[in-house]
């Protein structure tokens, strides 16, 4: 009835070391949690836990797999992670009841630096920089922080 994997693979073994590729985006994301819960002690934020959850599908698909499937599923985890700090960030600026017309300004932006980066992997610094002007701008707005 269950499909099983086989997790006998040695060889994700030698890929280890690359599990600290995670560990940026990880405390990225719990920075993000921990920023939306000091507003909204009580709700869970769905699309949050959604990307979390994809994050840890991949890597118990990459831990069950060979050594260069292994990295590529570290790497979209990353992915998920990075993409649920921006949707907690981004939550936050939304839901924001009034902002000025210098706060639309630097939400503009941030978008547009946002869209010049899409299709760019997670491991370049524009991705960051964009996590760290939402992060920014989110508790600037919330007094977060």
């Known amino acids: 009835m269950y ?8 060889d994700y073994i030698k890929s280890l070391n690359y599990l600290g590729h ?15 819960n000091q507003l909204y002690k009580n709700k869970l934020f769905k699309q949050g836990l959604i990307e979390f959850n994809n994050a840890l599908s991949h890597l118990f698909a990459g831990f069950c797999s060979s050594e260069t499937s292994f990295k590529k599923n570290i790497s979209k985890a990353c992915t ?3 993409r649920g700090s921006l949707d907690y960030y981004k939550t936050l600026i939304k839901n924001k009841e009034s902002l000025t017309h210098l706060q639309k300004e630097k939400l503009i932006d941030i978008r547009k630096l946002e869209m010049d980066s899409v299709g760019l992997e997670i491991t370049n610094n524009d991705k960051d920089e964009i996590l760290i002007e939402y992060r920014d701008f989110a508790r600037k707005l919330h007094s977060i922080g």
């Open 3 to 10: 499909n099983t994997l086989d997790c006998n693979n040695k």
């Open 22 to 36: 995670l560990e940026s985006p990880l405390n990225d994301f719990h920075e993000a949690v921990a920023d939306f």
């Open 80 to 82: 998920h992670l990075h």
